[in-house]
Structures are given as structure tokens and as C-alpha cells.
């Protein structure tokens, strides 16, 4: 359990960092002034996103992406995505096995050891299927005892001989930002209500997390763990309910015994499914209960889920479901 929450945030934010299917008019012009990889006329320049903590140079041809931190290209459905896990970087890549990666989805392709801005890392070679397109990554993760940068470029293999190379040399840019990053959530398209028995732990990319004292990684596995994180994604899905119990399913180290309910719920105008499900922590056998909302507008989605031991449920499902129903779009 000492690692559920990094390892969960992996999973969500990650998948591992599937941002593709991106749509044009998700493009800002947060990385205007930089000059991109593959422009050899310049010296290329370092763009900084403090709320990840990195700089990276920008790809050529590459956009800064509105819903996440990174870059984007939504012609050729390629992306380079920044987070910071909150967990140290033996462990959180220690769970960056080729068993482990196979059960997500992904083939390992090689892995290895790289020194990032003087700190131990390792670069990763994986393959994906998602949405019915075959795609490449390059990852590099680097990090110390106490939290781990992670960079993901995703490109279609169709794409390889074009942009394999540029984006593998890319993900080698990356350096620590010590740019104070903005207020916790300021900087999200969402608001959250929180309930006075969770604490706002820390924002990771555009999703938050909260838990039981605002510290990461949880105590106990008992310990409420609070998510909301938007989808990094333009995608057309069809059948939402299937996607919403999928979601589930792929809930990192929990394993689910059943899907208690499953309901259709609105909140500030978005359809979704609200679904309860008992499972259990796979690395102590603790029972827990899950509690997952699924909001979806147009091709993309906000997913929100609560996680607690079952002796516990009664306590905080009812601040999970506050919390979810607080839920309210805004611009930024």
C-alpha cells in the first residue's frame, strides 16, 4: 500500500500519458518564444511548466496543449506529455516492468539508465494499442527519494521513421523547473468542493488528488484517496457506460471483487455514471470500497473516484459523493 497512490496516478495520468486522438482547438500559445528541436538555425530554447516542475524543448512542429502539460500535434495524433508523481523514483519505476506495463496494455521495448540534470534516470521504449491505432513512446523518468518527472512522447508507429528519432531526442531535454509553480487548482478548467476530511494534496498536471491529511503517499490502506483529472483526449465513445466500467477495471494495485451500482447522473449539465464498487488492495488484501464518476462532453470525459477501506466507507463515501456533485466547469 505504501505506493497505491503513486501507483494509481501513474495509471491515470499516464495510462502510461496516452494523449492522443488530439483536437486543433485544444492548441494554445502557451509556448510562443520558444524555438523547437529540428530548427538549426537557432539555439533552441527551453519551455518551462512549473506546475510539472520540468522544461523541455519544444519538437518541431509541436503546439503547447491546453489540457495537459506538454506539447502536441494534432495532425499526426502525436504528443509529449510532463508530470510529476508524487513518489520516489525507485519505486515508482520499479512498477515499470514489462509484466507490469503488459497488464496496462503496453509492450516493453528496451529500457535503459540515462542521467537527466544530474539526476538518475531511465529511458523507455514502449509500444501501445489505443483506439485502434498502434502507437510508439519514448519515456524518460528521473527523480530523487522523494518525487519522480516523468516525460512521455506518443507518436503512431505509422509516424516512426518521421518522428522516432526527433522525439526520442526530445525526452533527453528534459530539466528540473524551478519556476514556483501557480496555486494548487488555479490553473484547472474545473472547481471542487472539498470536504473537511480530505486535504488537497497537490495538483499533478490538470488533475487533483486529495487524501485524509494532505499527504502523499497514504498511511494506511484504509486511508481515503480523492481523484479528479479531466481526460488528456479528443475521443468518440460510443458506448459510455462500457468505457465507465472499463475505467474501473483499470484501477492501479485494487483489484475489483464487484460493481455494487451503476447509475446514470448530471451534474453542471454533463451526463456520466456514477458506479460503486467493492474490490481490494492487492498488496495487503485490505477490502475497499470505490466510489467512480464518469462525466463525459462531447469527445472528452472528467473522471472523479474516491478510494477507502471498507470499515471506513460510511464515513467518507458521503464526502465523496459531496465532492462529486460540487463539480462545476469553469473557463480559465
Known amino acids: ?22 483536437a486543433p482547438q485544444m492548441i494554445s500559445a502557451r509556448a510562443q518564444g520558444t524555438t523547437p528541436i529540428g530548427k538549426k538555425d537557432r539555439q533552441p530554447q527551453y519551455t518551462s511548466f512549473p506546475t510539472a516542475g520540468v522544461k523541455l524543448i519544444r519538437p518541431d512542429g509541436f503546439e503547447a496543449a491546453e489540457s ?44 535503459e539508465n540515462v542521467t537527466i540534470d544530474g539526476n538518475q534516470g531511465i ?11 498502434d502507437f510508439a513512446k519514448w519515456i524518460v523518468a528521473f527523480g530523487n ?8 512522447a506518443t507518436f503512431p508507429k ?15 531535454t528534459a530539466k528540473n523547473d524551478t519556476t514556483p509553480p501557480p496555486t494548487l487548482g488555479s490553473d484547472l478548467g474545473f472547481k471542487i468542493v472539498a470536504s473537511n476530511k480530505v486535504k488537497l494534496a497537490r495538483s499533478m498536471g490538470k488533475m487533483l488528488l486529495y487524501t485524509k491529511d494532505g499527504t502523499i503517499p497514504a498511511k494506511s490502506p484504509e486511508d481515503p484517496i480523492f481523484i479528479v483529472a479531466p481526460s488528456f483526449s479528443q475521443i468518440t465513445i460510443s458506448d459510455k457506460q462500457e468505457f465507465a466500467t472499463r475505467r474501473l477495471s483499470q484501477t492501479s494495485s485494487i483489484k475489483i471483487n464487484s460493481v455494487t451500482t451503476t447509475d446514470t447522473i448530471t451534474i453542471d449539465g454533463l451526463d456520466g455514471y456514477e458506479i ?35 470499515k471506513v466507507r460510511d464515513e467518507y463515501l458521503p464526502e465523496f459523493k459531496a465532492m462529486a456533485r460540487s463539480f462545476k466547469k469553469q473557463q480559465k
Open 158 to 172: 505509422t509516424r516512426t521513421a518521421k518522428l522516432s528519432a526527433s522525439l526520442k531526442s526530445v525526452v533527453l
Open 1 to 22: 500500500m505504501k505506493i497505491r497512490s503513486t501507483l494509481n496516478l501513474v495509471a491515470i495520468t499516464c495510462g502510461i500519458l496516452v494523449a492522443t486522438n488530439l
Open 68 to 111: 495537459f502539460d506538454g506539447f502536441q500535434q494534432a495532425s499526426t495524433q502525436s504528443s509529449v506529455m510532463l508530470v510529476t508523481i508524487p513518489g520516489p523514483f525507485t519505486e515508482v519505476t520499479n512498477g515499470l516492468t514489462a509484466e507490469r506495463l503488459k497488464t496496462r496494455g503496453m509492450t516493453l521495448r528496451s529500457q
Open 276 to 310: 460503486f464498487a467493492s474490490a481490494q488492495d492487492i498488496a495487503t488484501g485490505t477490502p475497499v470500497v470505490i466510489y467512480q464518476v464518469m462525466l463525459f462532453d462531447d469527445r472528452s470525459y472528467t473522471l472523479i473516484q474516491g478510494i477507502v477501506g471498507t
Open 123 to 133: 529511458l523507455i521504449s514502449l509500444t501501445q494499442t489505443a483506439y485502434g491505432i
Open 145 to 152: 527519494d522523494k518525487e519522480t518527472k516523468m516525460v512521455t
